[in-house]
């Protein structure tokens, strides 16, 4: 099935059940930096159903880059993983379920870093998603966050 189709299949099935998705302007604007970055790496801090992963994969710089990202929800994490299939992407994406907040703690910077970090999970957590991709961030690589004004959840923290 061609990827458009199944990235509106997803974004439908989000707003008819409620599944946070990154909005149109985000996304693009988000697109335009992996143009210009083509990133080989990246890490997606809150998977949700695949959606942003999926559209990620469109920029990255060839067949050998990868994205890894991280989901706590198992029935999201399982959701991903199909929707990740059905695009053809589980060599590209690889969907860890796990809490990020403790799983980051579990990668050595020493053995990988990341082109581009994308947070947008708990929004309590942005601290400690922010103090990792500092760590694992490649030089020269790029940090971006969603929802950092959510509900002042993100700004009242830092």
Not at 11 to 16: D, F, G, L, R
Not at 24 to 36: A, E, N, P, R
């Amino acid at each position: 099935m061609e990827q458009e189709v199944i990235l509106k299949e997803i974004k439908e099935y989000a707003t008819k059940n409620y599944v946070p998705i990154l909005q149109d302007i985000s996304l693009d604007l988000i697109l335009l930096v992996l143009k210009l970055k083509r990133p080989d790496s990246i890490l997606e801090i809150g998977t949700a159903i695949g959606y942003s992963a999926i559209n990620f994969s469109k920029y990255l710089k060839d067949k050998n880059s990868t994205i890894l990202t991280i989901e706590k929800n198992a029935d999201m994490y399982k959701k991903a993983v199909e929707n990740i299939e059905k695009a053809g992407l589980s060599n590209t994406i690889e969907v860890i379920n796990a809490d990020a907040t403790e799983y980051l703690e579990k990668i050595d910077e020493n053995e990988k870093k990341f082109d581009v970090i994308f947070i947008d999970a708990a929004k309590g957590q942005y601290l400690v998603f922010l103090e990792n991709a500092l760590r694992l961030v490649k030089k020269g690589g790029i940090i971006i966050a969603d929802n950092v004004y959510f509900k002042g959840r993100v700004l009242s923290r830092i």
